[in-house]
């Protein structure tokens, strides 16, 4: 069973940015396509941003575009989520998982809390 891990997340400030990394512990990460969803307090989980496996294409949801960017090193086994000028409405745990299924066991998340 592969087993990813998110890490990254923090207390920001309004207008501040933060760098997520997902690391598997598989080399079949490679192979797949990768997205980053969240929970926001109170909702579902949402895709966030999604990117194939050989990063030829991306997609980032609406309320994203412009402030983040995903990207991954397949030698590294990492998919990354850039995200800037973050807002209160980003507070959420950021989780990554296949973009398809089947799903992944999903991890622990990293909590991003964007507060003044």
């Known amino acids: 069973q592969v087993q990813v891990v998110e890490s990254g997340g923090g207390l920001v400030q309004p207008g501040g940015s933060l760098r997520l990394s997902c690391v598997a512990s598989?080399?079949?990460?490679?192979?797949?396509?990768m997205g980053w969803y969240r929970q926001r307090p109170g909702k579902e989980r949402e895709l966030v941003a999604s990117?194939?496996?050989?990063?030829?294409?991306?997609y980032h949801v609406d309320s994203v575009k412009g402030r983040a960017t995903i990207s991954r090193d397949n030698r590294k086994k990492t998919v990354y989520l850039q995200m800037n000028s973050l807002t209160p409405e980003d507070t959420a745990v950021y989780y990554c998982?296949?973009?398809?299924?089947?799903?992944?066991?999903w991890g622990q998340g990293t909590l991003v809390t964007v507060s003044s």
């Open positions: 998982n296949t973009l398809r299924t089947p799903k992944w066991a």
């Open positions: 598989e080399n079949i990460i490679s192979m797949v396509d």
């Open positions: 990117i194939t496996w050989r990063d030829v294409a991306t």
